[in-house]
């Protein structure tokens, strides 16, 4: 009888070694080339993010094209209290709570400024509108500025926001000065100080989740700026033709346009939440001085794909945004919360005839 007859017999279970073992080196060689793929792949992918995020962004300076040809200084203007403003934007209903919420935080901030909120008068309805300026704000009624090339390239959320550069008509209005804040903002202290600036175009450095980081490039949620319907018309014939991102939309442009004449704010006056989710040491530093919140990558006031809700669930979102990223915003999200709480108490006989309306 021979060995392997003999084995076969009595231990069923057993395995000759010197004929079976090459199975788990194939097996052991299989994983190995599997690994190596997944992390080629890994590392294919990641190069790939990396440089894609680099030539999507080309630096301003290092493209520079020369839009802007006003001078530096605004001499002609010296600074006056009575012709500052502060000025937000109402493109849509669902933001009626966040510029009332604003308008309030404002008011508990004692700023000297006008308040102002320019709204699209054929898509906000008189409810939201009448919400949103219960807290202070001015209503002024605006037309769409469209994107240029159709919007090729943007995020449709952005499709709007070169109505934004209807600031730089407000001269029109005797405002010599104002600050413009994005409506997903909640002021923390007075900030009046940036009216005394000499300068026509101020702004706040930007941050990027990604590889990029932090940025010489400013935010556009908040600016400080000269209004000049002459500058307007500067931009608005630049438009078309300026080289920059679209998928930056407004904020790409003027970086563009204001590149070698922005002055750079100090981090606090535009407190992005990315700043924290990028550095918590950074905001550590910069919290205790914060003049503005910045609710870029979570929103308090609104619900998914910037759906539009009740006022009434308005509580719920807050503490559903409180738990989002492991509850890394949760401080942010209940000032808001408290803001708005106050917001509707302070203004509730105003707020019971929106709902008349």
């Keep these: 009888m021979s060995l392997r007859a003999f084995l076969s017999r009595s231990h069923k279970n057993y395995v000759l070694l010197g004929h079976e073992s090459g199975r788990p080196e194939r097996r052991l060689t299989l994983r190995l080339a599997i690994l190596l793929l997944v992390f080629a792949v890994s590392l294919g992918l990641n190069a790939f993010f990396y440089f894609r995020d680099l030539w999507s962004w080309p630096r301003p300076l290092d493209d520079y094209q020369g839009l802007n040809h006003s001078p530096l200084l605004d001499s002609l203007h010296p600074a006056s209290a009575q012709r500052n403003a502060i000025v937000t934007t109402l493109y849509s209903d669902s933001y009626a709570p966040a510029v009332a919420t604003l308008g309030h935080s404002l008011q508990r901030a004692n700023t000297t400024a006008r308040m102002l909120v320019l709204y699209f008068p054929e898509r906000i309805s008189q409810a939201a509108l009448c919400l949103a300026t219960s807290s202070g704000f001015t209503p002024h009624p605006i037309s769409r500025i469209p994107p240029p090339r159709n919007g ?206």
């Design 152 to 357: 090729a390239g943007m995020n449709p959320h952005f499709m709007d926001q070169f109505t934004k550069l209807t600031l730089w008509t407000l001269d029109t209005l005797g405002i010599d000065a104002l600050v413009y804040m994005d409506a997903d903002m909640l002021v923390l202290r007075n900030f009046d100080e940036v009216f005394t600036l000499p300068y026509k175009f101020a702004a706040v450095p930007d941050v990027f989740l990604d590889s990029r980081g932090f940025v010489p490039e400013f935010n556009a949620g908040f600016l400080y700026l000269k209004p000049s319907t002459d500058v307007y018309n500067a931009m608005i014939e630049a438009l078309p033709t300026a080289r920059f991102p679209p998928e930056y939309a407004e904020q790409a442009f003027l970086n563009q346009f204001f590149s070698l004449s922005v002055v750079r704010l100090p981090y606090v006056y535009n407190g992005n939440l990315a700043y924290k989710k990028r550095s918590p040491k950074m905001w550590e530093g910069i919290h205790d001085e914060l003049r503005v919140i910045h609710y870029t990558i979570a929103k308090p006031f609104v619900g998914r794909h910037f759906k539009e809700l009740k006022w009434d669930d308005l509580d719920k979102q807050v503490v559903h945004a409180a738990k989002r990223d492991g509850g890394v915003f949760r401080e942010e999200m209940e000032k808001w919360g408290q803001m708005w709480d106050e917001t509707r108490i302070a203004y509730d006989q105003a707020h019971e005839d929106c709902w008349a309306e």
